[in-house]
């Protein structure tokens, strides 16, 4: 039991020993702090340095004390001391520490004061002192340039005085001066606390402008400083002085394009700022392989002129001075006062120089290989020799020239020669076909590339070439026809015709020609190829004639002998033709084998002509599919089938026969052919006939079906009833005629207008073969087959209708009758039987209605007239009705004529004043 007594009571005693006493902290509400609570590091301030406040609140109070205000003040108490304020909740039976941090230290001796306040329970007041201890402070106190305005480029001293400010001592230190990009590293010494220095640099002034110049002191911070902050600034004012520079880019150009310069460099130069004249030193900078600079001679330019001024120069680059140089593309830069020697300080250097870049091409070498080339090395005397020779530019542009040569012994004239062009790295092969002398010798070649004015050639030693060839002279025979001879087998001589199958010899000399000598084979054969000997013939001197003999064998009917040279250029053939008779014994045996073969052949080329004939009939068979093709067409612009030869397709109306004078280029092959082609006849392609021709309803026209009456079937003639057309009764009235007597004619008339329609049919057909009209007005012709009125009161007599009429003579006055003579009018419809038409009245001619309030209605005179001519035949109706239908036919081909048009939308032939097409509904104007 003591050991826990004696623990307990050594944590009481630590927990009391950390708490502040009632007598010494100030009390808040509970809260309390003292000077003791408040901490200060570092325990030994320097000036210029900073301290860590540590303020240490203890809650006395049994709960959590919210919201603590508490304040840190520095060498007073007012709102210009205060340092910060804030809150902070502390624990019920805690201690919070707050902290603050108080840069900035001055030296001397300095209070913190500390307030706080809980619950707004009185604020507490305290302070703590801190001594600040001092340190030395470098400063660039003063910056001054002398002159204070100068110009770019002229010398000017900087003077700096370095100061320490601080309370301490100063070791020595460095110090550096920066004008724009121009700095230097200056030394300071030391320093004792109070004391000043003042330190002098010298440099030039940049171009004109306003700059900072930049002072760091205590530049490696050796000196522990109250203040580090070490950088201060001066401004420094640069007025603009004159200034020589480039305008524009420098070029550079080989004089007269030679590869060999001299390369002409020119360029303007500027000055601005002067006035007067300025010589300006100037030079060109050229580096070799290894950057090493090329000397090259300074020139001078002078400008001349007021504030602003140029010139321009101009400088020769000699081939000797870049001798050295290897070929490329090599970089020339021109340079202001290269060396400072102009006796001018300018604004700025940065624009005195400028560049451009040149190409310097070796001279090129044109080689020619050594070996000319014959076509063959041995020739005969008189032929041909192709000579070949490889020319190679192997320089980097291109050559022009001419390849001179001598052949046998005589040299061309340049003049003579085209110009060769060679591309560079190319090699062009030249040909010449020479011929040779006469005689054997050896024929010699020589030849040489000369370049052109203007070229080049860097070696002319390996631009020839030579060859040589050797010519024989060609060995010619020629055949002496007066000495041939032919012998038989008895050495007689023979003449045409020859007896087939004996033996014969025929002989011939031959005379050479020239120098020439050697040997030559001649082959003597028949036309049939059968060689009866070889003969050698061998040439051993000049102008030598030979003789050469060939024995054969006759062959019926005509025997053929050769005698071919085995060297064609030696000598031609010669060739001989001899009638021949066959032996008399062969005749009859021949014969019969000669009947023999004959029939066979007259066989066999039956045989053969039989073969052909089958063979023509497969391939040309059409199937039944072809031969539809073949029979019908079909429109373009509808797919309806067409018979063949239509001017216009019968389904739209479309117009064939300009669509059949259409033509385009074939898609494939570009041969022109007809739109209507669905193939091309010359390349067999596919050709879209819709691209060519508009696409158009098909009219489809539907036909009634009549059933046809079985021929077993009985017709009742008593069932059949003539109607006639509506209004039919009141029509024949109109002729003084009643139906009802009609109807009675019609059974005994059946059988002869049967045959009458027949006839005229016949007849009508007859008449419109000898009439020749166009197919569309054939289409467009109407033909009637009704009787005319005569045809139809056939067997009527007028005298017996007008018989019962009370018939008054008029007698012709000399006056014209009006419709206004309305008695005389009435009076004949009387004796007519009519029914009268008085003025006034509505008029209906048989079953149509005439308006004659509309434009147009009024009748022709013709459909008026219901007499009868006395040249109509009245025994044959039939034949005066086809004459009439004749002559109306006539009449109106002759009102049918008119001209016409072609619809420009569809084709479709429209009169020339339509303003619209029946065909397709275009409008015109």
């Known amino acids: 039991m003591g050991r826990p007594l004696l623990t307990s009571l050594i944590l009481a005693m630590m927990v009391v020993a950390v708490m502040p006493t009632p007598v010494d902290a100030a009390d808040s509400g ?57 809150t902070v909740d502390i624990p019920a039976k805690s201690t919070v520490d707050v902290e603050e941090v108080k840069s900035g230290l001055t030296l001397g001796e300095h209070k913190i004061w500390v307030a706080f306040n809980y619950a707004d329970s009185g604020e507490q007041l305290f302070y703590k002192e801190i001594i600040v201890t001092g340190l030395a402070d470098i400063e660039a106190t003063s910056v001054s340039v002398d002159p204070e305005n100068p110009k770019s480029g002229d010398s000017i001293t900087i003077s700096t005085t370095v100061s320490n400010t601080g309370s301490e001592d100063a070791a020595s230190s460095r110090m550096q001066v920066t004008v724009e990009e121009n700095s230097q590293v200056l030394d300071v010494p030391s320093l004792n606390a109070g004391e000043s220095v003042t330190i002098n640099h010298t440099t030039n002034a940049p171009s004109s402008g306003s700059y900072d110049i930049l002072v760091e002191v205590d530049l490696d911070d050796a000196v522990v400083e109250s203040d580090e902050n070490n950088l201060f600034t001066h401004t ?107 006796g001018f300080n300018q604004e700025t250097t940065d624009n005195d120089r400028t560049s451009a870049y040149f190409d310097k091409y070796d001279v090129p070498d044109v080689s020619v290989d050594p070996f000319a080339v014959p076509s063959k090395n ?225 066989a066999l080329i039956c045989l053969i002509l039989i073969v052909v004939l089958i063979a023509a009939v497969i391939l040309t068979r059409e199937v039944e599919e072809e031969v539809e093709r073949d029979i019908f067409d079909y429109c373009p612009a509808c797919d309806g089938e067409l018979v063949g030869g239509e001017d216009r397709c019968p389904s739209c109306s479309f117009n064939l026969k300009k669509a059949r004078r259409q033509f385009h280029d074939c898609t494939s092959c570009g041969e022109s052919i007809p739109d209507l082609l669905s193939n091309c006849p010359y390349c067999g392609a596919e050709q879209d006939i819709s691209l060519y021709f508009e696409r158009r309803e098909r009219k489809i ?42 109807e009675d004619h019609w059974d005994e008339n059946i059988a002869k207008a049967e045959a009458e329609v027949e006839a005229a049919y ?44 009370d018939i008054k003579a008029h007698t012709d006055d000399g006056s014209e009758l009006s419709a206004s003579d309305a008695d005389i009018r009435g009076r004949l419809f009387e004796i007519t039987g009519e029914e009268g038409v008085m003025p006034g009245d509505e008029v209906q001619i048989g079953m149509g209605m005439q308006d004659r309030s509309l434009a147009g209605n009024a009748l022709p005179d013709d459909a008026m007239d219901f007499s009868f001519d006395e040249e109509d035949d009245e025994v044959n109706p039939v034949a005066a009705a086809v004459a009439e239908n004749k002559r109306r036919r006539g009449v109106r081909r002759r009102a049918k004529k008119q001209e016409t048009a072609e619809c420009g939308a569809c084709g479709s032939e429209i009169p020339v004043e339509a303003t619209e097409c029946p065909t397709c509904g275009a409008k015109f104007e």
């Open 701 to 742: 026209t539907q036909r009634e079906t009549v059933p046809l009456v079985e021929e077993n079937e009985e017709i009742d003639p008593e069932t059949i009833h003539a109607a006639g057309y509506e209004g039919f009764d009141e029509a024949v009235k109109e002729f003084g005629y009643d139906a009802d007597d009609l």
């Open 378 to 602: 041995s020739v005969t005397s008189g032929s041909n020799v192709d000579w070949m020779v490889t020319i190679t530019n192997s320089g980097e542009i291109e050559v022009k020239g001419k390849l001179i040569y001598t052949w046998e012994g005589v040299t061309v004239p340049d003049n003579s020669q085209p110009i060769i062009t060679i591309q560079p790295g190319d090699t062009q092969i030249w040909t010449q076909t020479l011929p040779t002398e006469s005689g054997a010798h050896t024929a010699e070649f020589d030849a040489q590339w000369v370049p052109i004015s203007g070229s080049y050639d860097a070696n002319p030693a390996n631009s020839q070439a030579s060859g040589s060839v050797e010519v024989v002279a060609q060995l010619r025979l020629v055949w002496s026809k007066a000495t041939m001879s032919l012998v038989d087998s008895d050495g007689t001589s023979a003449t045409s015709p020859l007896t087939g199958g004996e033996e014969y010899t025929v002989s011939i000399n031959l005379a050479s020609q020239g120098a020439g000598t050697g040997s030559v084979n001649y082959s003597c054969q028949n036309g049939d190829g059968e060689k009866f000997a070889t003969i050698q013939v061998n040439i051993i001197q000049a102008e030598e004639v030979v003789n050469i003999e060939c024995s054969f064998t006759a062959t019926a009917p005509f025997t053929n002998i050769n005698l071919i040279p085995s060297d064609s250029l030696v000598s031609s053939t010669q060739s001989w033709n001899w009638d021949t008779n066959e032996a008399a014994g062969n005749i009859a045996e021949e014969a019969g084998n000669m009947t023999f073969f004959t029939a066979g052949m007259i």
């Open 762 to 805: 016949d007849r009508r057909l007859a008449i419109e073969e000898e009439v020749e009209i166009d197919e569309v007005e054939a289409l467009s012709s109407v033909t009637t087959t009704l009787k005319s009125i005569e045809e139809t009161f056939e067997g009527h007599d007028i005298d017996a209708i007008l018989e019962n009429k």
């Open 30 to 86: 509970g809260v309390q702090a003292s000077p003791d609570t408040v901490a200060i590091t570092p325990a030994n301030p320097v000036e210029g340095g900073s301290i860590t406040i540590r303020l240490t609140l203890y809650n006395d109070n049994n709960f959590m004390a919210d919201d603590v205000l508490y304040k840190f003040y520095w060498n007073g108490v007012s709102s210009d001391k205060l340092i910060s304020a804030n």
């Open 236 to 342: 420094l004012t640069v007025d603009s002085r004159m200034d020589i520079s480039h305008l524009g880019p420098i070029s550079v150009e080989a004089q007269g394009g030679s590869l060999e310069g001299p390369w002409i460099v020119s360029g303007t130069i500027m000055r601005s700022g002067d006035s007067g004249t300025t010589e300006v030193p100037m030079s060109l900078e050229i580096t070799d392989d290894v950057g090493n600079p090329i000397a090259i001679p300074t020139f001078y330019v002078n400008i001349t002129g007021g504030e602003t001024a140029q010139q321009s120069w101009t400088y020769a680059l000699l081939n000797n001075y870049i001798s050295g140089l290897p070929a490329g593309n090599h970089k020339v830069t021109a340079i202001i006062d290269p060396f400072g020697t102009g």
